[in-house]
């Protein structure tokens, strides 16, 4: 128990994934602040200090109790002397000043609308702005070039921008469930992402799809995509084959069958309700959603590889590189010192193969 005016120290594991992450966070004020410089940082391409802010954002969401004094962090990983530094300011004087600038600059808010297109990056919002692009009135009188990707974005910016509800993610659910049960029964879907770890919000819906008879779930993408399409589900789509071979995350020696993921990014068209559509009232909105499919000897990994949160993915294949000698991927897991594949069928087993303690998807929230 601790005693009136001291101070607790905390204990805390250094990876991601040795700790349980909650959506109760304690810190989001300090979170806040880190969290919006790492996305400052990974909108300039600085990916490496945007990891660090991620990391010392994602330890004091692991906190149990509110942060108020700099000697309770005395011992603590992933802090480093920038991020440190912005904790201080926000415990001293609320705010952080680096924050509150970034906030205010022109090239962080330009970044912000731009990236905000589905199908815009930092790159290319970084070329717009350096031809004085800094706002959507002003791409759209530009003259640039946009894809198809963008031009849907750009069409459906309003829609794509309202966060995601859990009923909206249901309802979708439910229509890629019919999608997949017409085009072959016995189909599984399951729900992945933000959501699966207990989100109420999310900026898109993603799906696994799989088959329990392992080749069946080949050629299985475009039928359902066509279904949705023959339905009117769809405002976008586009089906890439599975990147896993050319990936720089995936392990060292890809299997001969890992050429078979496929993931189609589109955006839905999700009717609302019952009401009747005039001219001034819409009855349906644009939602992302991602679909995956994959075959049902890789669907553990491929469950454990796109519930997120990023960090904790990110900070799993760290643990399994560097402490185990071990390379995972959203297909498998390979063990560099046996030299051979570990096969799983439930992210129990994997968590089991990596030497960690079981973490549920509502404690991946780092
Ligand atoms: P949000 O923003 O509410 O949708 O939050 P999340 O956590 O659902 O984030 P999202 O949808 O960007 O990604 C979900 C998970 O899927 C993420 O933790 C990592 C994984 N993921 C996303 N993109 C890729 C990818 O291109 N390849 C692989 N292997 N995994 C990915
Ligand atoms: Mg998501």
Known sequence: PQISGSVAL???SSYAC???TTLDN?????TDALSLLAENAELNNEDGRGVAFRRAAALLKALPTQVISMSQLRGLPCLGEHSLRVIKDVLENGVSSEVESTKQSKRYKAL???????GVGAKTADRWIRAGIYNLEQLRHSGQ???????????????????VTKAEADAIG??????????LTGSQVALSGGFRRGKLTGHDVDFLITHPEEGKEVGLMPKVVAWLESQGFLLYQKTTRNSYLESKDGPARPASNMDRFERCFSIFKLTKGKEQETASHKIWRAVRVDLV????????FAVLGWTGS?????????WAGHEKNMSLSSHALFDNTQNKYLRATSEEEIFAYLGLEYIPPSERNA
Request: glycine share 4%; charged share 30%.
């Open 112 to 118: 912000k609308i731009l990236t905000g297109i589905f």
């Open 293 to 300: 499919v994959s075959p049902i000897s890789q669907f553990a």
């Open 18 to 20: 040795q700790r349980r």
């Open 145 to 163: 070039t946009l894809n198809r990707a963008q031009k849907a974005g750009l069409e459906h910016y309003d829609d794509l921008n309202e966060p």
């Open 310 to 318: 990023k960090l904790f993915e990110r900070e799993l294949r760290r």
């Open 10 to 12: 905390f204990s805390v």
């Open 26 to 30: 304690h810190n989001s004020n300090l």
């Open 174 to 183: 439910e229509i890629v469930q019919k999608a997949v049960d017409s085009v």
